[in-house]
C-alpha cells in the first residue's frame, strides 16, 4: 500500500515505489494500479476524480478496485478519512440524513435485478468518468463507508474533495514484452484479441483503427520500431489468417516483440 496526496504526479509515486524496492532489496517491485498514458503529468487527484485506468491496467487495476482509502472534504467542510474509525463512526453520526439517503438508494438498486445485472455488465467495460453507480451494487447495503468512498471516485470533485487516497499497490513485473501488428480489417483484430485473451498470457491488448494507424504512421518513434512491411512479413510467416483466407491454426512465434523498456515504452504511450 502507499497513501499519498493530490498534488502528488502518478509517475512520481511509481518511481517512489521503485526506490523503495531497490532500497531494501525487496524480492518484488509494485506500482500503482492507473497506468494512464498521461502518467508522468497527471496527479493523483485527478487520477481518483476520474478513475483514471490506462493502457494494461483495464477495469482490474483502476484506480476504483485498487484505491483501499481515502480522506474526503465535504462542501459543509466536514472531513471524512475512511482509515480512521473514529471519524468513520462520527460522520455517520453528524450525517445521518446523508448517509440515509445512500443506503436507501443502494436499496432500491439492488431490488431490482435487472437494472443491478445491467450496471455491472456495463462496469465490466473499461471507461473513466462519470458516477461509478456500480458503488450501488458492489457492497452491501450495512457498509455506507464503501459505497460513498467509490462513489467519490469518478465524480470529477462534483461529491467533495479528495485530500488523500491510499492505493493497495500490483506487482511490477520484472520482465515483459510487446508487439505491434498490423491486420488487414478490424475484424481480423479482433479475432486476433479473442485468441489473446482465452489462450494465452497476455495481460493487455490494444486495438488501433485505421485513423490511429494513420497517426502511428507519422511517428518517427513508432515508424522506426519497424516497417509496416516488416510487420506484415511477420504475419504471413506466423500463419495468422488474413483478409478472405481460411481460418488457419493461430500463433505468435514469429511476432516482433520488443522487451526494451523504452521501446516498449513508445508501443503503449
Not at 8 to 36: C, F, M, S, T, W
Not at 72 to 93: E, K, Y
Not at 177 to 201: G, K, M, Q, Y
Not at 224 to 241: D, H, K
Request: with cysteine; glycine share 6%; net charge neutral.
Amino acid at each position: 500500500m502507499i497513501t499519498v496526496q493530490p498534488g502528488l504526479i502518478a509517475g512520481e509515486v511509481n518511481r517512489i515505489l521503485a526506490a523503495h524496492q531497490r532500497k531494501h532489496k525487496l524480492p518484488v517491485q509494485y506500482k500503482i494500479g492507473p497506468d494512464p498514458s498521461s502518467i508522468d503529468s497527471c496527479m493523483i487527484g485527478g487520477v481518483v476524480a476520474n478513475n483514471s485506468s490506462g493502457m494494461c491496467c483495464g477495469v482490474s487495476q483502476n484506480t476504483y478496485h485498487t484505491l483501499k482509502d481515502m480522506r474526503i472534504v465535504l462542501v459543509d467542510g466536514t472531513v471524512l478519512d475512511t482509515a480512521d474509525p473514529a471519524s468513520c463512526a462520527a460522520f455517520l453520526n453528524s450525517h445521518r440524513g446523508l448517509v440515509d439517503g445512500v443506503v436507501a438508494l443502494a436499496a432500491r438498486v439492488q431490488a431490482d435485478k435487472e437494472l443491478t445485472a445491467l450496471i455491472r455488465r456495463k462496469f465490466a467495460i473499461k471507461c473513466t468518468t462519470g458516477y461509478s453507480l456500480n458503488a450501488l451494487v458492489d457492497f452491501p447495503v450495512d457498509s455506507p463507508i464503501e459505497i460513498i468512498k467509490h462513489l467519490m471516485i469518478g465524480s470529477e470533485g462534483t461529491l467533495g474533495f479528495v485530500s488523500q487516497a491510499t492505493y493497495n499497490t500490483v506487482p511490477e513485473w520484472p520482465h515483459k514484452a510487446s508487439a505491434f501488428i498490423v491486420f488487414p480489417d478490424v475484424r481480423a483484430a479482433c479475432r486476433a484479441s479473442a485468441v489473446l485473451r482465452n489462450e494465452t498470457a497476455v495481460d493487455a491488448v490494444e486495438l488501433f483503427d485505421r485513423a490511429s494507424l494513420r497517426e502511428c504512421e507519422a511517428d518517427d518513434a513508432m515508424t522506426s520500431l519497424a516497417s509496416i512491411a516488416e510487420v506484415q512479413r511477420a504475419l504471413q510467416r506466423s500463419g495468422l489468417p488474413l483478409g478472405a483466407k481460411a481460418a488457419v491454426p493461430q500463433t505468435l512465434a514469429a511476432y516482433p516483440f520488443f522487451e526494451d523498456a523504452k521501446k516498449t515504452k513508445v508501443l503503449w504511450d
